[in-house]
């Protein structure tokens, strides 16, 4: 069974950081994708990043510039850094895993809190 393990989410001041990891219990050479999902109260679950596995990127346009996603290859992990925070991140975040056998995998989620 696919186990995702989160961590780093937390409550923190407008224009603070954070820094999110998930470790995936599954060979690296299986992920096709990893990445963040983020649901706030009456929202819709939306992504916010994503890596593949040759590296490539994609973010929401609300954190460009803002958040980093990287893959700890050599541990099947990927990190979420979060600078400039705002309220409007404030959201449940979900650790997201794509494999090439057992396809589609979430983590229970972590919550992030952006208040002064």
């Known amino acids: 069974q696919v186990q995702l393990v989160e961590s780093g989410g937390g409550l923190v001041q407008p224009g603070g950081s954070l820094r999110l990891a998930c470790a995936a219990s599954v060979n690296i050479l299986s992920i096709n994708r990893m990445g963040w999902f983020r649901q706030a109260p009456g929202n819709e679950r939306e992504v916010v990043a994503l890596?593949?596995?040759?590296?490539?990127?994609v973010y929401d346009d609300s954190v460009k510039g803002r958040f980093t996603i990287s893959r700890d290859n050599a541990k099947s992990t990927v990190n979420l850094q979060m600078n400039t925070l705002k309220p409007e991140d404030s959201a449940v975040y979900y650790c997201?895993?794509?494999?090439?056998?057992?396809?589609?995998?979430w983590g229970q989620g972590t919550q992030v809190t952006v208040s002064s």
């Open positions: 890596i593949d596995n040759s590296g490539s990127t």
């Open positions: 997201y895993l794509r494999t090439y056998v057992t396809g589609e995998h």
